[in-house]
């Protein structure tokens, strides 16, 4: 019976695992065909008319009449000033606010790759950008590249802040370590500067089973540790080697950007509260997103924004799948 159940399973995962490379495929192959009907749409939205906006929801349901007669006469006076100091005053500085919410493919790199290019088509030096992060990690490309785009930034001299309000862990620090400053909540995740992988092995299973596994390279080390082949000493001991390397170009990153950094104390792939990761200088200030853009909005133009694609529903299904996918590798 324990045999009947053993080839049941088995059958079963090869079953789900054909079923899975087709939908995958229908999934590419009818994507290709409606590309040229996707729509790719930004959406801008300026934050100070929504403080404003609840500003005078507040007051119209708090005041007296009295009282509203009286505030609403000081702002028709605030508006006519304002209007009369644009003609004579210099234009305003902007701060254009991104969200990056990122998985462990790091896929939202797809949508701030576009709204960094947008930006650096308007922005000027005295702008700045600023960056609601939020994430713990995942692909080392995936985030490498996050952070490869965010380094555009520096790169045309426009100052970048990055805030954590939750978390940024691995490749979300790596992604907020480029920043000119990062702030972070008192009880924000920070760190994890560290490189995890790990592969479940059923050579033991399809041995005992009398299942062969056979696996055909050119090049000595094009695959080293395996699902199904029986990993040997030297294949663990270079896939352990290339582990370490990345984690050698990670903190060899950090102290590029943040220099004050001991990097030996904080590369033990821990993570610390944001209180914790001041004193270690992971990060610059203690504050939420919200009081950061709230202080600003008093002497900037404050704008969101934001990319989106629509997907076809295979290309969504697709998607799904492959973050199951990546999921059981990385997870």
């Known amino acids: 019976m324990a045999d009947f159940f053993l080839n049941y399973g088995l059958f079963l995962a090869k079953a789900v695992t054909i079923v899975v490379a087709i939908v995958v495929l229908l999934s590419f192959i009818i994507s290709s065909k409606k590309q040229g009907g996707r729509k790719d749409s930004f959406e801008i939205k300026k934050l100070n008319k929504k403080y404003e906006n609840i500003v005078n929801a507040m007051n119209l349901n708090m005041l007296s009449k009295s009282g509203l007669k009286k505030y609403l006469k000081e702002e028709k006076g605030k508006l006519k000033s304002l209007i009369k100091d644009e003609k004579h005053s210099e234009p305003r500085k902007r701060i254009y606010v991104l969200n990056f919410h990122g998985d462990i493919r790091a896929s939202a790199v797809t949508s701030l790759r576009e709204e960094i290019t947008a930006i ?170 919200d009081d950061y853009l709230l202080e600003n909005s008093q002497h900037a133009d404050i704008y969101e924004v934001s990319y989106s694609s629509k997907k076809s529903f295979m290309e969504k299904l697709g998607f799904q799948v492959q973050s199951v996918i990546d999921k059981w590798q990385y997870g």
Request: charged content about 25%; aromatic content about 8%; glycine content about 8%.
């Open 120 to 289: 650096l088509m308007v922005a000027h030096e005295q702008d700045e950008v600023f960056v609601r992060l939020e994430s713990g990690g995942g692909v080392v490309h995936g985030y490498g590249l996050a952070a490869s785009q965010l380094m555009r930034l520096r790169d045309k001299n426009i100052p970048l802040t990055i805030s954590v309000d939750k978390v940024a862990a691995s490749g979300g620090y790596m992604m907020a370590c480029v920043a000119n400053r990062i702030i972070a909540a008192p009880f924000s995740i920070i760190g994890s500067i560290g490189v995890i992988a790990q592969v479940p092995n059923f050579h033991r299973v399809l041995k005992k089973h009398d299942v062969d596994f056979e696996q055909f390279t050119a090049g000595e080390f094009k695959r080293t540790v395996t699902m199904f082949g029986e990993n040997t000493d030297e294949a663990k001991s270079k896939f352990l080697e290339e582990i370490e390397d990345i984690h050698v170009l990670f903190k060899d990153f950090i102290v590029q950007h943040r220099p004050g950094v001991d990097i030996g104390s904080v590369s033990t792939g821990e993570s610390w509260p944001g209180t914790r990761a001041l004193e270690k200088k992971l990060v610059d200030e203690l504050k939420t997103s």
